[in-house]
């Protein structure tokens, strides 16, 4: 069973920067692709990047491209969201999600979540 667990969410003013982790309890955590989307109050949950099993594979949303890198680190078992020059909206709760397989953008595709952690970002 996989197991993710986000943190690093927070208030931060617009032109900051913040970090967000996602763990993961499952050993195999290595044979997994990752991926972050995000979800802003009566929105849908949208995608935000993804990376491969092993990082040397990762695509981001227009819409945070050259702001936001996603890395991993498999020893310990922990995907990464950086997150720069942060945007009023930007403002979502973050989710981390997990899937079996190659990268895929829709939420769909990816069978284990996280809780979300809460990113706000202030003008």
């Known amino acids: 069973q996989v197991r993710l667990v986000e943190s690093g969410g927070g208030l931060v003013q617009a032109g900051g920067s913040l970090r967000l982790s996602c763990a993961n309890s499952?050993?195999?955590?290595?044979?997994?692709?990752m991926g972050w989307f995000r979800q802003a109050p009566g929105k849908e949950r949208e995608f935000v990047g993804t990376?491969?099993?092993?990082?040397?594979?990762?695509y981001y949303a227009e819409s945070v491209k050259d702001r936001f890198t996603i890395s991993r680190d498999n020893a310990k078992n922990t995907v990464y969201l950086q997150m720069n020059s942060l945007k009023p909206e930007d403002t979502a709760v973050y989710y981390c999600a997990a899937k079996l397989g190659n990268t895929r953008q829709a939420p769909a595709d990816y069978a284990y979540w996280g809780q979300g952690t809460q990113v706000t970002v202030s003008s």
């Open positions: 499952e050993r195999t955590f290595s044979n997994l692709a």
């Open positions: 990376i491969n099993w092993n990082g040397g594979i990762t």
